[in-house]
């Protein structure tokens, strides 16, 4: 069973960044979409961003021009870069990777992001 490790979540002041990455336990060698999302207490769970394995990005209005998603497929890593982070950018982010071709998906276990003004 294969997990997804994320890593690099904290408080941060508004206007800072802020880094997070995620990584499978176990190489995965399939074609795949890698994805961050979030969800603040009481809320759905939306996405952020999502990178496909030939690089092509969406984003979520609310984050456009100040987050960016990358990935290294050697490594089975994905990452955003969080700049001129706000109060409202506050949330569990959670890694996603989602195989079009079967429709499964698999989660992180999330990590906390908070934002003070």
């Known amino acids: 069973q294969v997990q997804l490790v994320e890593s690099g979540g904290g408080l941060v002041q508004a206007g800072g960044s802020l880094r997070l990455s995620c990584a499978p336990s176990?190489?995965?060698?399939?074609?795949?979409?890698m994805a961050w999302y979030r969800q603040t207490p009481g809320k759905q769970r939306e996405l952020v961003a999502v990178i496909s394995r030939g690089g092509s990005t969406t984003y979520a209005d609310s984050v456009k021009g100040r987050f960016t998603i990358s990935r290294d497929n050697a490594k089975n890593t994905v990452y955003l870069q969080m700049n001129s982070l706000k109060a409202e950018d506050t949330a569990v982010y959670y890694c996603?990777?989602?195989?079009?071709?079967?429709?499964?998906?698999?989660w992180g276990q999330g990590t906390q992001v908070t934002v003070s003004s």
């Open positions: 176990k190489i995965i060698s399939s074609i795949y979409d």
């Open positions: 996603n990777v989602h195989w079009a071709a079967s429709g499964s998906s698999i």
